[in-house]
């Protein structure tokens, strides 16, 4: 579970048509810091509901996210987690 995001770099948030926030308009360089993630006694996985109006783009987790056909058009991603426990910022 995320709280919410505290700090970003270049990217902007928008409600999302389906209900909820998301992070856009994400670049190179740009980032975000998430507060507050809880991955409790050890996360397995790590899972994004993603969107991409271009070719796409890596979440630095290395999820590699393709193409969908619009920032609005979603799919599920995930990669495999080891030595996440507790509850930590991410970045």
């Given at each position: 579970m995320v709280k919410h995001a505290t700090r970003t770099t270049g990217v902007e948030?928008?409600?999302t048509a389906v209900g909820g926030l998301n992070v856009g308009w994400i670049?190179?360089?740009d980032s975000i810091k998430?507060?507050?993630a809880t991955?409790?006694?050890?996360?397995r996985t790590f899972s994004a509901r993603a969107g991409s109006a271009t070719s796409g783009g890596t979440?630095?987790?290395r999820v590699t996210v393709s193409g969908?056909?619009?920032r609005q058009t979603w799919a599920d991603?995930?990669?495999p987690v080891?030595?996440?426990t507790g509850t930590r910022d991410l970045y």
């Open positions: 948030t928008e409600w670049e190179n360089e998430v507060e507050g991955f409790g006694t050890g996360a979440i630095e987790l969908t056909g619009g991603v995930s990669c080891s030595g996440a």
